[in-house]
């Protein structure tokens, strides 16, 4: 039942290997990938828990992303950061104790936000600028040439919000 789960298809990984501490990133999904990642726990990571690029889809349901902001010195990183295309689905996941955005979604980026929870999540905006160019300095300049702007996710009403923005578009 638990672990990695490999078919033609598709990934499936469930309660296994993504509840290590303070790691830079929990779980990096590109290529182009579709991985489901379901009922995992992701503490404190330094940079982000998922991070996915390169036109990546993963659906992300049921997990649990805690930033660490109650504990002293514990991560300083985003719950899931999507960028280069990617999308997928990110539903009724937990996201708490965060003192920067738990998702930070890039404008060529379209995932499916659905039934999330936030809870004690209160973005500090120097940590949060502080971050973002951190990230700036990360990536390859070229690549914010396509993609420059971002959103951030910090509350059911922001979700809610931008599931209104996305119906209308479509």
């Avoid at 726990?41 to 805690?66: C, T």
């Avoid at 914010?144 to 922001?158: A, G, M, P, R």
């Amino acid at each position: 039942e638990d672990g990695i789960r490999d078919t033609e298809l598709w990934l499936e990984f469930r309660r296994v290997l993504f509840r290590s501490k303070n790691s830079d990133v929990g779980i990096y999904v590109g290529q182009g990938s579709s991985p489901v990642l379901k009922d995992n726990e992701l503490y404190a990571s330094f940079f982000s828990g998922v991070f996915a690029e390169f036109e990546a889809k993963p659906s992300m349901v049921q997990n649990k992303f805690n930033g660490g902001a109650t504990h002293a010195g514990t991560g300083k990183g985003l719950g899931v950061l999507l960028i280069s295309g990617s999308c997928g689905l990110i539903g009724k996941n937990l996201f708490e104790d965060y003192e920067v955005s738990p998702i930070m979604v890039f404008s060529t980026c379209h995932p499916l936000l659905k039934d999330n929870t936030y809870m004690n999540i209160q973005v500090d905006e120097e940590r949060q600028k502080e971050l973002e160019k951190q990230m700036l300095d990360q990536f390859q300049a070229e690549m914010f040439k396509n993609d420059e702007y971002f959103y951030i996710v910090d509350s059911e009403i922001t979700e809610k919000e931008l599931d209104r923005k996305s119906t209308r578009l479509n």
